[in-house]
Structure formats: C-alpha cells, structure tokens
C-alpha cells in the first residue's frame, strides 16, 4: 500500500479533481465543463443531505452480510439507497438533452442506465424488505442486466453506434469485427457489476467513480469530435455527483448508494465508453474496479477448483474482493480506500499520457 503519502481525504481528492477540471476547461477554452461539473456537485450536494432525512424516516437502512468481515457489522442500519440522489438529477439532465438534441445515441444511453437504475432500485428494496444483505438472487440480477444490455448492444450495433474498430490511439486500433457484440457485452455488465462490488468500503466507489468519470471526459474531449462533446459534459456532471455524494459517504459514511447508485454509474462508464468508442482506455482508467472484480473471480475459481482437488478448498486472498484481504491484514479501511484513489488517479493519468503519445 502507499505508505508515505499522509491524509489524503476526501477535501484533497475534490481540490485535486476540481483543479485538474479548470486546468482543461482553460486548455479547451471552455469553461461550461467546470460550471456543470460544479453545479451537479452542489446539486449533489443538497439532493444528498435532504434524501438523508428522507431515507432515515422511511428507514431504508443497509444490512450488512454475515460473511463479511466482522467490523463491519457496526454499519448495520446506516441509511443506504443514496444511489436515487445520484441518479434522478442524472437522469433529469440526460432526457432534458435527449429531448432538445433528438439524438439516437443519448436516447439509448438513457435506456440503459434506467434499467440498470431500477434493476439496482429493486435489489436495494427487496433487500431492506427481505432484511438481507440480498435482494435480487445473482442468476436474476445477471439475467435481467443481460436482457438491457443485449437490447441496448444490438440497437446501437443495427445503426452503428457501435465501432468494431477499438480505438487504441489516432493512428490504429483493433477490428474486432462481429467480436464486438461480446465485447461489449463484457463491457457494459463487466464494468456495471465491477463497480458493484468495489461498493464495500466507505468512500471507494464513489471516489473512484468521480475520478473515472474526469479521465473518461477528458479522453472523449481529447478526440476533437464536436458531435462527442455533449458526453464530456456527461461525464463532468457524473463527476461532480459522485464527489458530492462522497462528502456524505466518506468515512465514516452517513450513507450508502446502494445497488441503486453502483449498478448505475457502471452502466453509464460502459455505455459511454462503447458510444464514444473509449473503451480501451476505459479499461485503463477502471483499473481499480477491474482488479476487484478479477481477485473475486480468482478466489471462487481457486477454491472451487483446490475443493475438487484436494476435497478442501484453499484461498488467494484472506477475502475477496481486495479490499477485503487488506482489511483483514490490519489496514485501516480509510487508508485503504485513500490509497485505492490514488492509485486510480495514477491510472486516470497514465491513460491520458498514453493517449497523448501512442
């Protein structure tokens, strides 16, 4: 972990992200990215703090899984579900566009993030209900987020919103050809279910994502297409969201997103990423939520496999996901967490140089 670079909290990270979005609104020469980046963060800010109050008399609050690790338990009954705070003013500002823009390519997009936002609405809610850590069954969960990114894939690919070229840099990328259906099928539930699971500590989600969605902006700017510009802008406004968000869900948190907010801003990360053709760098820049996804993957095959071996299942990590394994070796979760957002804006910038030379 780093180890030398002290009380990097969530002030630092918003200083940080707000610097870096004035150094590109002036090296673009458009200052409407900070303004909506910065409004969306005091929209945020005050859709947050009033759906606390909300969310506390309704009591919609978390449980916590019994196989986790035995700290958390004292985040039973934390207010969860913040994800609708998230995504209503989101989804607002997109169909506001959609409408005035008539554009095929922001309509899709608004199709999928509502069916993930109500597939993660449902998972919260039969989860408070049922008085579990589980709402949806995973085969339901992975069979309904399938139904919404296949509609969505193959719309996009019949009008060719979809490129099967991947873009690696200006001069070359990757034909994938008819490859490109997986592909992004990988990418849009991947990416969706990768965020979910990053979820499981105070902050790291949401700081992430706030960094993501800067570095994914940024990129799409970076291509110089006028008609990509409007999903900068998307990305900026997510990027204030998710930071505003975070100055209530930093630890110790005082609330959750829920399935309802990380099933969301996956599914939006995926979406742009194939309509704007920025997945290859996307890849890069959720390194972070990628590296979560894969050591959950690697610890239920190890076991599975060691099970029917050795009749005894063996483990990698202490626990999956990494986050986790960290916990359980002794290090704190805030330091963990401010560690993961650092280590992700490393990503954040790597991407960019690399976008730059290649």
Request: aromatic content about 14%; glycine content about 8%; proline content about 2%.
């Amino acid at each position: 972990m780093i180890g030398k670079i002290k009380n990097f909290n969530f002030k630092s990270l918003l200083i940080l992200n707000t610097f870096a979005l004035l150094v590109t609104s002036y090296f673009f020469n458009n200052f409407i990215l900070l303004g909506v980046y910065l409004l969306f963060f005091f929209i945020s800010l005050f859709t947050t703090k009033n759906g606390l109050k909300i969310i506390k008399k309704l009591k919609l609050l978390q449980n916590i899984r019994t196989e986790g690790p035995a700290n958390h338990f004292k985040k039973s009954d934390t207010p969860t579900m913040g994800g609708i705070f998230m995504m209503v003013p989101f989804l607002i500002f997109l169909l506001i566009i959609t409408i005035n823009l008539s554009s095929l390519k922001l309509f899709l997009l608004l199709l999928s993030i509502f069916g993930f936002f109500t597939t993660g609405f449902l998972d919260d809610y039969l989860s408070i209900k049922n008085k579990e850590n589980t709402g949806l069954k995973t085969k339901e969960k992975f069979a309904i987020q399938s139904i919404i990114s296949i509609i969505f894939i193959l719309l996009a690919y019949e009008k060719n919103l979809i490129d099967p070229l991947i873009t690696v840099s200006s001069s070359w990328g990757i034909n994938t050809n008819i490859f490109i259906l997986p592909i992004s099928f990988l990418v849009l539930v991947g990416i969706s279910n990768s965020v979910n699971l990053t979820d499981g500590l105070d902050g790291l989600a949401a700081g992430c994502s706030g960094i993501v969605f800067y570095g994914l902006g940024t990129e799409i700017l970076m291509k110089g297409q006028q008609e990509l510009f409007i999903f900068s802008v998307l990305c900026y406004s997510m990027s204030g969201i998710c930071l505003g968000f975070l100055k209530y869900n930093s630890y110790p948190a005082k609330i959750f997103m829920g399935d309802t907010g990380s099933l969301s801003i996956g599914a939006i990360l995926g979406s742009i990423a194939l309509l704007t053709n920025s997945v290859f760098t996307l890849s890069i820049f959720s390194g972070i939520f990628i590296i979560e996804s894969l050591s959950v993957m690697i610890q239920v095959s190890f076991f599975k496999i060691t099970k029917k071996l050795f009749h005894k299942g063996k483990r990698i990590f202490l626990m999956a996901p990494l986050h986790h394994h960290y916990e359980l070796k002794g290090v704190e979760e805030k330091k963990i967490v401010e560690d993961f957002w650092i280590i992700n804006i490393l990503l954040v910038i790597l991407g960019i140089v690399l976008k730059i030379n290649l």
